[in-house]
């Protein structure tokens, strides 16, 4: 046997040993199967991504995420006006409608309008709180300083562990054990704030990576063995490894950077530029402003769509796509759908053939298997707005 | 009857010149859960260490290899339908397919159950 990893990066060189994180001994502990993984050892499962998988669209998941970097922007003095419109300059997003606690989805691009990063911007009282992909942030540090004025300050805050708790049971779990100046309810999606878990100071959002409702739970990497137990300890939390943190996001049609985007595509195609609000497309003033204005403009030649199989071979990143006998674009995930029990991926095809229902079909070893372009996300989100 | 395993986690089964295959057990927890397998078809002539059956897991695509070369007598055509039988049986009812041997010396160069399990604890 030889297997093809699919969600596995191939972003850092390999000569390099790969890290630990505070929870490696605590995955171990719980059953994780690690595997190397941006760098870092990370759980790929615990007792298999199907029940993982399933387990967290019915229960709570919780996930360690703790490779992905998370950065603090700040101004001299922590004073928001300096680091507002610096931050602006880097990326493409609206800062002046973000409220305190609030996080936005934006990208981090190129000066060509290529997308190097996705990430999460979070107004914290005093700057800004990002998250980025693990195996870009060494990367995306290096082009936030180039884009930044040299007095704002970009902390790496690697002392910190990321948790993920996802699913229609997380927010009882997590209210259980939460306390705070506000309850917990007080967060809708995309908010956040500051509450204790087990005496340990925690930036709580509401947010993730499945299509469910769930949080993202920011700890001293001290003390994330303790909040781990604290969470497991709930009766709807089970542990949750990569291979199911792959499913769930894919059956949200949430992109993966790497995969689903890089550098050779722009927000518009990727569809992404949700983000890019109608001042700053007007406006401009960020790394790679013209290509997505003139993208908007004019369009693009591809469109990033999702692809539901019939059968239950599923297509793999590479996997060619087709329209007839002409090849009209390419797979950029794929994957059996634990939810669904049916094949799903996305893929970048000619924008002609984007439309939801368009015949099209996939070349996997040698034989073509017909698709139809489906509307993404191919399971309904949870999200609590 | 005779089993023999390979290195790249595949049973054979031997009786008479006709071999039947499937991949261990330790192979299907390494998989996790499969989902579908793509099995050879009947007549189908291969090479020992050709790519024969593929077997899809939720994370991933593994090529199966013959541990011997031969023509495919059989597939196990209820795997299209219950694909779990490989992990839940793998090394009875999840069998792949079976292979009609064309050089039986091959199988000289497979481990039997003792060294196989040998091997697995070496990895």
Redesign the interface.
């Known amino acids: ?7 596995d990066s191939d972003q850092e060189p390999e000569e390099l040993a790969p890290m630990l994180l505070p929870l490696d001994g605590w995955h171990r502990d719980h059953g994780g199967r690690m595997v190397e993984f941006a760098g870092y050892m990370m759980p ?2 615990y007792e ?4 993982e ?1 399933l387990w967290t669209r019915e229960n709570a998941g919780l996930f360690d995420v703790s490779h992905m970097g998370q950065l603090l922007v700040t101004g001299e003095e922590g004073a928001q006006t300096d680091v507002e419109p610096a931050l602006e300059a880097a990326l493409p997003i609206d800062l002046s409608t973000l409220k305190l606690g609030a996080v936005r989805y934006s990208l981090l691009l190129d000066e060509n309008g290529g997308i190097l990063d996705d990430l999460m911007v979070a107004r914290w009282p005093g700057g800004f709180y990002l998250v980025v992909n693990g195996a870009t942030k060494w990367d995306d540090i290096g082009t936030l300083r180039e884009y930044l004025p040299d007095d704002i300050t970009l902390n790496h805050l690697d002392d910190r562990a990321l948790l993920a708790l996802q699913g229609p049971k997380a927010f009882a779990a997590l209210e259980r054990v939460a306390e705070g100046e506000y309850p917990l309810s007080a967060l809708t999606f995309m908010k956040g704030g500051r509450f204790t878990l087990g005496g340990v100071d925690a930036w709580i959002s509401r947010s993730g990576y499945t299509g469910e409702d769930g949080f993202e739970i920011s700890v001293p990497g001290e003390s994330a063995a303790d909040v781990a137990d604290l969470l497991l300890a709930q009766p709807e939390v089970k542990p949750i490894g990569l ?1 199911a943190r ?2 769930l996001r894919l059956e949200a049609g949430l992109p993966l950077y790497g995969h689903d985007m890089d550098p050779e595509r722009g927000p518009v195609e990727a569809g992404l530029a949700f983000g890019i609000n109608k001042r700053r497309r007007l406006e401009g003033g960020f790394p790679g402003a013209e290509r997505v204005q003139r993208d908007f403009a004019e369009g693009t030649a591809q469109k990033r769509i999702g692809l539901s199989l019939d ?4 297509a ?1 990143e590479g996997a060619k796509v087709f329209h007839g006998e002409q090849e009209v674009g390419v797979v950029t995930s794929g ?2 759908s ?1 939810s669904l029990q049916r ?1 799903i991926a996305m893929a970048y095809v000619d924008a002609a053939l984007a439309a939801d229902g368009t015949a099209l079909s996939i070349e996997i ?1 040698g034989k073509k298997l017909d698709a139809t372009v489906a509307a993404m996300p191919f399971v309904p989100n949870r999200y609590h707005r | 009857m005779t089993r023999y395993f390979s290195q ?3 049973w054979i089964e031997i009786e008479g010149d006709l071999g039947t295959v499937g ?1 261990t057990d330790y ?1 299907q927890g ?4 499969i ?2 397998v ?1 099995l050879p078809a009947e007549g189908a002539t291969f090479d020992k260490g050709d790519s024969v059956a ?12 013959t541990p011997v070369s031969g023509t495919i007598a059989e597939a196990n055509e209820v795997l299209a339908d219950q ?1 779990e039988l490989v992990n839940t049986d793998a090394e009875v009812g999840g069998w792949l397919f079976r292979i009609t041997l064309s050089d039986a010396s091959e199988l000289e160069a497979l481990m039997d159950e003792a060294a196989y399990k040998d091997y697995v604890a070496s990895l």
């Not at chain 1, 298999?48 to 029940?51: H, K, Q, S, V, W």
């Not at chain 1, 059968?311 to 599923?314: E, M, S, T």
């Not at chain 2, 593929?54 to 290899?65: H, R, T």
């Open positions: 046997m030889s297997e093809y990893p699919i969600s790929v499962q298999g991504i199907m029940a998988h291979g792959d499913s059968g239950r071979q599923a793999r994957g059996f634990p094949p070893r | 790249e986690h595949e991949i192979a390494q998989l996790g859960d989902t579908f793509d593929v077997v899809d897991s939720v994370k991933a695509a593994s090529d199966v290899y694909p």
